[in-house]
């Protein structure tokens, strides 16, 4: 790993803005959203003071990995103009306090979680936390273009330790929500990874569209849709969910496969150009949101 | 005449030290909360 180029003031201490923009604030909703989601599709209810706790461990893990990830990768981070603002790159943060911060909230979190719910869904925490940190962050993203592939199973963990924290064990529905995002994962990225090509390029990240070029990538992105929907739909054949799942699903799954097959008809190669790109990429977080919102909307009505 | 950065250092020091101890307080209120809770489960 190389030094980081900006200059650290070390002499000012961290401001509190920095430190908390070293969680990704923005990512961490999805997780708490689908972490969430997780617990509520749970058969069993958990008391509300410790399902609250539950999720603001999961919450602060994702911080922990995240500013962990920062920690790591600032000198990434300096070449992209789209990380380049971040509070160590910008040079408004010092590494050993960012280090200290990640680790520090990483231990709080899964002790937290052990004490308040169990020590099942401690564990899959810190396993989340150290598969993000080590195996995707460490060693996977710099070394080959199938790192979200398999990276993206860190962020596919929290349904599964929001269920594991209301119930104390892990059954086939949680298991399927996290193949869906397994599967969502690499869809979500490779449409990002195509329009903001040229940063990961420039910081020498081994993204497909880099490696492989953008045609490879967008079959990739259609060819990830199938599972994924089938990933999402699965559970109301499988009696594991309701109806209202099972339509809104395969609604959201046929649209989130038409905008895949338009990025795949798209040959553009400069990003002012890759709106079916753009739009996927946008839609894609929104059905996440949808479909875990309609999972637990069918617990509801059940 | 006081130096623009001693007024900066004192101003992020009170805003952490401030936030530590909001975050300090809800977190001996939730500890609170969570021993509740479980009393409540074991009766």
């Known amino acids: 790993m190389t030094t980081v180029t900006a200059t650290t003031d070390t002499a000012l201490p961290a401001d509190w803005r920095d430190l908390l923009a ?35 461990c999961i919450a602060l893990g994702a911080g922990a990995a995240a500013a962990l990830n920062m920690w790591y990768e ?11 603002g971040r ?3 910008a040079g408004r943060l010092d590494r050993q306090t960012a280090l200290h911060f990640g ?17 099942l869904a401690a564990t899959i925490l810190a396993a989340s936390i150290l598969f993000y940190v080590l195996v995707y962050t460490v060693w996977l993203k710099r070394r080959t273009p199938q790192n979200i592939v398999i ?11 929001g269920w594991a924290a209301a119930t104390g064990d ?47 990538t967008r079959r990739q992105i259609a060819l990830y849709t199938l599972p994924m929907a089938a990933a999402a739909v699965a ?44 739009q996927l990429f946008a839609y894609s977080i929104l059905y996440l949101f949808a479909l875990f919102g309609a999972l637990v909307v069918d617990k509801v009505l059940a | 005449m006081t130096d623009p950065r001693d007024d900066e250092i004192r101003r992020r020091q009170k805003a952490r030290a401030i936030i530590m101890a909001l975050l300090l307080g809800a977190f001996v209120l939730l500890v609170y909360a969570i021993t509740i809770a479980k009393m409540g489960m074991l009766r």
Do not use: C, Q
């Open chain 1, 22 to 56: 070293l969680t990704k604030p923005r990512v961490m909703s999805l997780v708490v959203f689908t972490g969430l989601a997780g617990m509520l599709a749970a058969p069993v209810g958990i008391h509300p003071v410790l399902g609250f706790t539950a999720i603001l």
């Open chain 1, 74 to 84: 600032a000198d990434l981070d300096a070449l992209m103009k789209r990380t380049a």
């Open chain 1, 170 to 216: 892990v059954t086939l529905l949680p298991v399927l929500l996290f193949t869906l995002i397994f599967l969502w994962t690499p869809p979500h990225f490779w449409a990002l990874s195509l329009f903001v090509r040229s940063d990961y390029a420039a910081a020498g990240v081994p993204m497909l569209p880099v490696v492989s070029g953008a045609r490879a």
């Open chain 1, 103 to 119: 680790v520090g909230l990483a231990f709080f979190s899964v002790l937290l979680m052990g004490l308040a719910a169990n020590w």
């Open chain 1, 151 to 161: 990276g993206g199973a860190a962020g596919a963990f929290p349904p599964v330790i």
């Open chain 1, 235 to 278: 559970p109301w054949p499988l009696g594991l969910a309701g109806a209202f799942y099972g339509v809104a699903a395969a609604a959201l799954s046929l649209v989130f496969l038409i905008l895949a097959l338009r990025v795949l008809a798209n040959s553009a190669g400069e990003p002012e150009a890759m709106k079916p790109e753009k």
């Open chain 1, 87 to 89: 509070p160590l790159p």
